[in-house]
């Protein structure tokens, strides 16, 4: 099983639909959950990230996270074509030393106009 | 945008040939790492640095080499290429060590091996 499981998608959604990304994990020890955004022919980019459970906000984003089932979500609202891009969650392995941090395999979004 | 550059992006490359990857940074990070990313599946960890005269293999096994002589400085070297390296390279750089601190990520550089 691996420790970070993520829908590769491809997930194609109309202009102004709201986004669901998830991932589930295995290891109960992470606790630093991360979204980062890779547009094609770059690099990833953090886009955010949460400690502990709840959710939080930044403009069109929200990260949710439920520690008890193990499950991260990123959900994108009012989308728009320039948020095309794949999403891969991460996971710091062991705190306060982020040289292990576990990527999902991440999700490609579509965003049509 | 971060400042971290590798090059080449595109490389194609015969079996056996020797080669070196390139991955600079200028935000004076002690932090970097190479990273494999074939398509539909996770990144994996190959290399990663502390510091200058640091280095340290990551999850996946590699036949790869690294070194670390700059602190700006982060080469990847293949002795020998193999089909079976045909991937993306990752390299990434990151401030200090909390878990939360961002990786910066370069470009990648696209290697193929015929």
């Known amino acids: 099983q691996k420790e970070v499981e993520q829908d590769p998608g491809p997930l194609s959604v109309p202009e102004g639909a709201i986004v669901s990304l998830n991932c589930t994990y295995s290891?109960?020890?992470?606790?630093?959950f991360m979204w980062y955004r890779q547009y094609s022919r770059k690099g990833p980019e953090l886009l955010m990230y949460?400690?502990?459970?709840g959710n939080k906000e930044d403009g069109r984003f929200t990260a949710q996270v439920d520690k008890s089932s193990k499950y991260i979500s990123l959900f994108i609202r009012d989308s728009q074509p320039s948020d095309s891009a794949t999403y891969l969650c991460?996971?710091?392995?062991?705190?306060?030393?982020?040289?292990?941090?576990?990527f999902g395999a991440g999700t490609r979004l579509t965003v049509k106009p | 945008e971060a400042d971290i550059y590798q090059t080449p992006r595109y490389l194609v490359i015969g079996t056996g040939k020797k080669i070196t990857l390139e991955c600079s940074q200028t935000?004076?990070?002690?932090?970097m790492y190479w990273y494999q990313q074939d398509p539909g599946m996770e990144l994996h960890l190959i290399h990663y640095?502390?510091?200058?005269?640091?280095?340290e293999k990551g999850d996946l096994s590699s036949e790869s080499t690294v070194s670390r002589i700059r602190t700006e400085h982060f080469p990847l070297t293949l002795e020998s290429a193999r089909p079976s390296h045909t991937s993306q390279y990752l390299c990434?750089?990151?401030?200090?060590?909390?878990?939360?601190?961002?990786?910066?990520f370069g470009p990648g550089t696209r290697l193929t091996v015929t």
């Open positions: 990434a750089s990151s401030r200090g060590r909390e878990a939360r601190d961002e990786q910066y």
């Open positions: 290891n109960s020890a992470f606790q630093y």
């Open positions: 949460t400690y502990s459970s």
């Open positions: 991460a996971m710091p392995w062991i705190p306060y030393n982020n040289n292990d941090m576990r």
């Open positions: 935000m004076g990070h002690d932090k």
């Open positions: 640095s502390y510091g200058v005269n640091s280095t």
